[in-house]
């Protein structure tokens, strides 16, 4: 692998030193974000809505695959809005639009199907909350050490799923239900109060000042959206990248199960899952820092191949298997997991630019969760026809292969002093 760049003495400190108001406003809006706190929130909700409104446990994990949806139509409309309307009031209307639907929640009755429209609804009307915001302003600080400051920004949704659970059920266990809801309502409204209507820039462009001079003629150059569409390392990125997230997806979700099957208890089974989110955060960090310095598709292949090793260990378990082998599978996957962002962001704006970041990003974003939403669906088809996990083990070690040897084809990082052209040029 190449190195991404030579060092520059003193640059760390010059974009840190400055841009961390920038990563400490990106990393709570990731965290208070509308996909962030949908996600992290059900697991929790569910046994209350269970008991209160006598809906089924599997009627309503149905509810991610409407939220799966509306968050692939959303991802793809909010690049564009920042750039015509300004990130200030984009977000804004989201944040208060998010906070009233959350608080619509509490008057919830007997049909599941208002649940369903509401998950599905939330992140079209919360989208100016998604990652796609929070990882541009960024993306457009930093230059240098990029890699660094998304994987740091995105640990936000590390902070959602350790601090989220205890809050709902502290302010359930005292209030009922529907002070979960009203919970979830008042998180984006404070942050808007405190901070995004403040420190957002009101245009889709991050001020000059508030960049380093090398980020800020970044900022400016980038591949039209036309053009990217047809440049197959696009098309490269979404595939790889996509079968990938499809995978780990059907890890995550399938984990637990897999490990009480094999004769676990739900105390130990949750345990070992418990090292998923640890194994995230320092994936997400890891690979952050690689690939500032490495070539970034080089260092995605290895750490993305990595859950492949994992789904091989979870196919050869048994009751006799070794907890520390266990451990290691989860971990190996969980560090996957936390690798995809950071890496997708990161080559979206290295070999695409910063021009029509939002949009890209956005787009990506689309096809990936388009993937993963129909990716459960063929998990539970082998689940049914094979009755066990190994198909779908194995399935999932396939794409973890493939993917990422995709992704060894992107070539070099474009040179970005003609990066500007209205007509497709040669591959860089």
């Known amino acids: 692998m190449t190195a991404a760049s030579p060092s520059v003495a003193g640059a760390p400190a010059g974009e840190f030193s400055t841009g961390w108001p920038t990563l400490a406003l990106a990393l709570v809006g990731v965290a208070t974000s509308v996909s962030a706190l949908l996600i992290y929130s059900l697991g929790t909700l ?26 692939a139509l959303s991802v793809n409309l909010v690049g564009w809005l920042n750039l015509r309307y300004g990130m200030r009031a984009v977000t ?9 639907a959350f608080a ?103 001020p000059a000042r508030a960049r380093s001079a090398e980020a800020a003629v970044a900022a400016q150059r980038g591949m039209p959206f036309a053009q ?27 984990t637990v199960p897999l490990l009480r099957d094999i004769g676990l208890s739900a105390a130990e089974a949750g345990g070992i899952f418990g090292i998923f989110g ?19 598709p080089g260092v995605a292949a290895v750490a993305l191949a990595l859950p492949a090793l994992g789904c091989l260990l979870f196919l050869g378990a048994d009751a006799g298997t070794p907890v520390p082998l266990l451990l290691l599978a989860t971990a190996l996957v969980g560090v996957g997991s936390g690798a995809e962002f950071d890496i997708a962001a990161y080559l ?25 939403t129909v990716a459960p669906f063929a998990f539970a088809a082998l689940l049914r026809g094979t009755g066990g996990y190994a198909a779908m083990l194995m399935v999932c070690a396939a794409c973890c292969v493939i993917g990422p040897l995709l992704l060894l084809t992107l070539g070099r990082y474009p040179v970005e002093a003609p990066f500007i052209k209205t007509q497709p040029g040669p591959a860089a």
């Open 92 to 100: 804004g209307v989201s944040m208060f639009a998010v906070a009233l």
């Open 348 to 372: 979206v704006s290295r070999y695409f630019g910063l021009r029509d970041y939002g949009r890209l990003f956005g787009l990506h974003l689309g096809v990936v969760t388009l993937g993963s």
């Open 278 to 296: 640890v194994s995230l955060i320092a994936g997400r960090i890891g690979v952050g820092t690689l690939i500032d310095r490495l070539w970034a």
């Open 104 to 206: 619509s929640f509490a008057l919830m009755h007997t049909s599941i199907g208002w649940m369903y429209l509401g998950y599905f609804v939330l992140p079209l009307i919360g989208l100016g909350t998604t990652p796609v915001t929070w990882t541009q302003i960024v993306a457009q600080h930093f230059h240098r050490h990029r890699g660094l400051a998304l994987s740091l920004v995105l640990c936000g949704t590390g902070v959602t799923a350790a601090v989220l659970p205890s809050l709902l059920t502290w302010t359930m266990s005292r209030w009922g239900w529907q002070a979960g809801y009203l919970t979830l309502a008042a998180l984006p409204l404070l942050m808007w109060l405190t901070l995004s209507w403040r420190y957002l820039p009101a245009s889709g462009t991050a």
């Open 46 to 71: 569910i046994v209350p809505l269970e008991k209160a409104l006598g809906w089924s446990r599997a009627d309503l994990q149905i509810a991610v695959s409407f939220l799966a949806a509306g968050g």
């Open 228 to 254: 990217a569409l047809r440049d197959r390392r696009f098309w490269v990125c979404n595939i790889g990248l996509g079968l990938v997230v499809s995978a780990i997806y059907g890890m995550a979700t399938n």
